[in-house]
């Protein structure tokens, strides 16, 4: 069975802290990883996947298989970024299941 | 910008009465997710479809909901009767086989 977690629910950090969401699952396949984040009463939007191994509104995230992790980065929070943010993961199976964690929100505190 | 749509963005209904829900997936996606999101129970998926043929709804209740798609462009979520507990926020997703899932505005359902 495929499981995400991500063990805060509510994460705060002052403006201009580092910023650190944890996330980690478990999949005995080769998974492809999110995270999404949805602003208040918002839709959620795809924020990063970790093929592309890109930097979004300069978030990262590095997949680790030996630690089974793939956690979100920020190295100088915004108050802006203030959101809930929701990691998720895709099997490379025939069903192409989606399991998202239960998601951390995150507070910025100016 | 391709985007998912939804309607209603919001619905107010009384107990025991039918509530159906619409989802306009993006152009060209294969696959369709349904998810209802509250506060205790954070995001559940409720039902997927392949190809417009359901994969997944096991997490859907049986007895009250059904999803379907009656064409590529159009997916629904039905809810008869209604309850006060299935006051949620029902989000529709979209997506090509494999890679990300892109979402709709949602729909605010409150059941009285």
């Known amino acids: 069975a495929q499981r995400v977690t991500q063990p805060e629910k509510l994460l705060s950090v002052f403006k201009g802290a580092p910023v650190e969401l944890k996330c980690n699952y478990s999949y005995s396949g080769s998974p492809e990883l999110f995270w999404y984040v949805q602003y208040s009463r918002q839709r959620l939007q795809l924020l990063l996947r970790h093929i592309s191994r890109e930097s979004i509104k300069g978030f990262t995230a590095d997949l680790n298989k030996g630690e089974t992790s793939f956690h979100l980065k920020k190295p100088f929070a915004q108050e802006e970024d203030s959101a809930m943010y929701y990691c998720?993961?895709?099997?490379?199976?025939?069903?192409?299941?989606?399991?998202f964690g239960t998601g951390t929100k995150l507070q910025v505190i100016p | 910008d391709a985007r998912v749509t939804q309607t209603p963005r919001h619905k107010v209904t009384e107990m025991g009465q039918e509530v159906t829900m619409r989802c306009q997936p993006i152009l060209g996606h294969n696959t369709v997710f349904w998810y209802r999101q509250t506060m205790m129970q954070g995001l559940e998926l409720l039902a997927y479809?392949?190809?417009?043929?359901?994969?997944?709804d096991s997490g859907m209740p049986k007895d009250r909901f059904s999803a379907e798609m009656p064409d590529a462009t159009l997916a629904t979520l039905k809810i008869q009767p209604s309850e006060p507990r299935d006051s949620a926020v029902y989000f529709c997703?979209?997506?090509?086989?494999?890679?990300?899932?892109?979402f709709g505005p949602g729909t605010r359902l409150t059941v009285l």
């Open positions: 479809f392949r190809n417009r043929a359901p994969l997944d």
């Open positions: 997703a979209s997506g090509p086989e494999r890679g990300a899932q892109f």
């Open positions: 998720a993961l895709r099997n490379s199976g025939g069903y192409q299941k989606v399991t």
